[in-house]
Nanobody, 127 residues
């Protein structure tokens, strides 16, 4: 069974940085595309960033482009989300997701395209 465990969330002030981690188990990591999504109270879960199985391709929501970076470490079976210049509107529960296994190396941006999810980690940004 696939298990995804997020960590690294917390409370910070606007302009600060955080790095979220998602540790994966129960899957052949390189065969899974990975994504980060977030959900604020009263809002739908929205796409944040995605990375292909090989790590060769990435995609970002316009709202985080230039501030957030997604990466993966195959040796650690872990995907990261480096978040810089945080804004109050970034406040949400952040979720890691996995899609696969596939032999292709695509990117997926909609939550319904992912089959496995972590429990989420809270990020709170104060002004």
């Amino acid at each position: 069974q696939v298990q995804l465990v997020e960590s690294g969330g917390g409370s910070v002030q606007a302009g600060d940085s955080l790095r979220l981690s998602c540790a994966a188990s129960g899957l052949t990591f390189s065969n899974y595309a990975m994504g980060w999504f977030r959900q604020a109270p009263g809002k739908s879960r929205e796409f944040v960033a995605a990375i292909s199985g090989s790590g060769s391709s990435t995609a970002y929501a316009d709202s985080v482009k230039g501030r957030f970076t997604i990466s993966r470490d195959s040796a650690k079976n872990t995907v990261y989300l480096q978040m810089n210049s945080l804004k109050p509107e970034d406040t949400a529960v952040y979720y890691c997701a996995a899609r696969g296994p596939y032999r292709s190396d695509g990117l997926y941006l909609h939550p319904r395209e992912y089959g496995d999810w972590g429990q989420g980690t809270q990020v709170t940004v104060s002004s």
